[in-house]
């Protein structure tokens, strides 16, 4: 399974960016496709993620209210709408696939997910 993500760019604080994470083949159908993000010299921290077969979503406190993830199953893509950017949202952005059997309460740990994207840098400027 490879996964894209795509859809990063420079936008200045307060504005929008749809981040798209597409997969090349069948990831489970009702796994876990999340979102993590990884600053210059630090650790890879999780965003969003929704597990496909219940639509369960999670997100991390500082993104809460400004992200939404959402997933479309006949693409099987999921898409990250991030609005109202701060410079602290700077970073590498990366989608991640699980097996498909991850329970809610894991499923923000990075060790939950099997399957990387190449990362997209999202920039935000002050």
């Known amino acids: 399974v490879q996964l894209q993500a795509f859809g990063g760019g420079l936008v200045q604080a307060g504005g929008s960016l749809r981040l798209s994470c597409t997969a090349s083949?069948?990831?489970?159908?009702?796994?876990?496709r999340g979102w993590f993000r990884q600053a210059p010299g630090k650790e890879r921290e999780f965003v969003a993620t929704i597990r496909r077969k219940d639509g369960i979503t999670r997100y991390a406190d500082s993104v809460k209210g400004r992200f939404t993830i959402s997933r479309d199953a006949a693409k099987n893509a999921v898409y990250l709408q991030m609005d109202t950017l701060k410079p602290e949202d700077t970073a590498v952005y990366y989608c991640?696939?699980?097996?498909?059997?991850?329970?809610?309460?894991?499923?923000?740990?990075?060790?939950?997910?099997?399957?990387w994207g190449q990362g997209t840098q999202v920039t935000v400027s002050s």
């Open positions: 991640a696939a699980d097996r498909g059997w991850t329970i809610v309460s894991a499923l923000s740990s990075v060790t939950s997910y099997n399957y």
């Open positions: 083949a069948r990831t489970s159908s009702g796994g876990a």
